[in-house]
Structures are given as C-alpha cells and as structure tokens.
C-alpha cells in the first residue's frame, strides 16, 4: 500500500471484511452504508479518514449504450437517493422508459 501499511486479508468479499473486523482481527475501509446494521448494533465503529480521495465517490447504474433505464432500474436508483445517506445528492434519476425490455 502507498501509505505504507500492508494488507493482512485480500477479498472481494464484503461479508469476509465485515467478519474481519467484528471479530477484532484488524480493521478495514468501507462505505458507513455497508455496515449500517453493525453501526446501530455498536458492533463496530467509524474512525474519520481525513482523506480528501475517499470523499469524490460517485454512484452509477450502468445500462447499455442506446437503452434508457429501465423501471426496475428507475425505482432502485430512487430509493438508494432517497434512503441510503452516502448517496444523497449523488444519483440523478434518468428518464424511464415505458416497458423497457
């Protein structure tokens, strides 16, 4: 790693992050919603990064070249804007297609 720590575990698992550290093994760099429920239960806590590169993240729903977002698509972009608080004010909402397929 560039700030000169080395990793212990390596995995894109999030299940496999999340045990890591409530088992007390070490410790691991997630979004605050990705460990939502470990927060509320006091599993876990955050320590601020002040890290202005982990600031800029974005959310996207990629979707094929030529084909507006379909409504499922549509409807999961609206709640994460509307209940997940690390994307608020970062998704827009395209236009819906009328029975995209």
Do not use: W, Y
């Amino acid at each position: 790693m560039a700030c000169g720590l080395s990793g212990l575990v390596e995995t894109d698992s999030l299940a496999v992050l999340r045990n890591f550290v409530r088992e007390d093994i070490g410790a691991t760099i997630l979004p605050a919603f990705v460990v939502a429920r470990e927060l509320a239960d006091g599993h876990v806590v955050t320590v601020p990064l002040d890290i202005p590169e982990l600031q800029k993240g974005e959310a996207t729903i990629l979707v094929r070249t030529g084909r507006r977002l379909p409504e499922a698509a549509s409807r999961l972009a609206t709640h994460a804007a509307r209940a997940m608080l690390a994307f608020r004010r970062k998704i827009q909402v395209p236009n819906v297609a009328p029975n995209a397929t």
